[in-house]
């Protein structure tokens, strides 16, 4: 299993809306996302900056995916 690597916060954000996420809102520099189960995510977005893999590790989750459907996403998008 590869390691999760820092990724630019709206590739994240796209990688979420094709399982179901949609954005609904932004309230400085966090997008807020929410899916149909009414389950609601917030994306940090700073100029400049990478999400961390601790981060995107704790995103991931909460989305309920899978590392391994992480990946096949990143991929995918690539």
């Given at each position: 299993m590869?390691?999760?690597t820092?990724?630019?916060?709206y590739k994240?954000?796209?990688?979420?809306?094709k399982v179901g996420f949609k954005p609904?809102?932004?309230?400085?520099?966090h997008?807020?996302?929410?899916n149909e189960e009414g389950?609601?995510?917030?994306?940090?977005?700073h100029p400049g900056k990478k999400l961390k893999?601790?981060?995107?590790?704790i995103i991931i989750t909460e989305a309920g995916l899978t590392r391994e459907k992480y990946?096949?996403?990143?991929?995918?998008d690539c």
């Open positions: 590869p390691r999760i820092p990724i630019d916060p994240l954000i796209k990688l979420l809306s609904i809102r932004q309230r400085g520099s997008v807020i996302l929410i389950t609601r995510i917030v994306v940090p977005v893999p601790g981060l995107i590790r990946f096949r996403l990143l991929e995918k």
